[in-house]
């Protein structure tokens, strides 16, 4: 089975970093998402991880341990437009195995002024 | 193409009726997926398609829930018999079988269902 945790909640000011961390349990793996959905929207990709360590894309940068279980969203110089909620989601084994992403319950980050 | 399209974009019966939700892909994709997403949580996985044959049905919620593809294109998700607790965002996505992971799942507005 798959399971996957991430905070509920973050709150940041507008023009600073913040970090969404996200662990996982998964009897298989092959990469890890992050996708946005602003509210009642559809999720839109963020990124795709499969091997260990860091990919930025922007002001927006993903990590992932696999010997870990462990993935980050970074999110610099924060804008209010970046208020939405973070899903982060496995990609399990495709050989032999699921081809069923499971996501995380998400992290709804809120950006003030 | 424009995406992913569901339709309607909202729904919402008197318990007890029958809902019939479409979803179209993205042309080119042979996987089509459905998911339901309530309030503060994130997808839930309900089933999915590659072409025609349905894969993966077990994680329906129930057999009121059932899904379609018939010509592997669009897609309908049917809920017989509407209960207050089916009131949800009902998404789809869509992806290529292969390098799925580079290009990601793409969703569609969803479609939301409002129970009464």
């Known amino acids: 089975g798959q399971n996957i945790d991430q905070p509920t909640e973050m709150t940041a000011t507008e023009g600073a970093i913040v970090q969404i961390n996200c662990t996982y349990q998964?009897?298989?793996?092959?990469?890890l998402f992050w996708y946005q959905q602003h509210a009642g929207e559809a999720p839109t990709f963020l990124s795709y991880n499969v091997l260990d360590g860091l990919e930025e894309k922007g002001r927006f940068s993903s990590f992932l341990s696999r010997s870990k279980g462990y993935s980050y969203l970074l999110l610099k110089e924060l804008q209010m437009k970046d208020s939405a909620s973070y899903l982060c989601a496995v990609d399990p084994q495709a050989s032999g195995g699921s081809y069923i992403p499971t996501f995380g319950r998400g992290t709804s980050l809120i950006v003030h002024p | 193409d424009t995406g992913v399209s569901q339709n309607p974009r909202h729904k919402i019966t008197k318990r007890g009726q029958n809902v019939t939700f479409r979803c179209d892909p993205i042309?080119?994709?042979?996987?089509l997926y459905w998911y339901r997403q309530t309030l503060g949580q994130g997808p839930e996985f309900l089933t999915y398609?590659?072409?025609?044959?349905?894969?993966?049905k077990s994680r329906l919620l129930s057999d009121r829930f059932s899904a379609e593809r018939p010509k592997g294109s669009f897609s309908t998700l049917e809920i017989q018999r509407t209960e207050q607790g089916d009131s949800a965002m009902y998404l789809c996505a869509s992806s290529l079988a292969r390098g799925t992971g580079q290009n990601g799942y793409t969703f569609g507005s969803g479609t939301r269902l409002t129970v009464v």
């Open positions: 042309s080119e994709h042979n996987r």
């Open positions: 998964t009897s298989g793996f092959n990469g």
């Open positions: 398609f590659q072409n025609e044959a349905q894969l993966e």
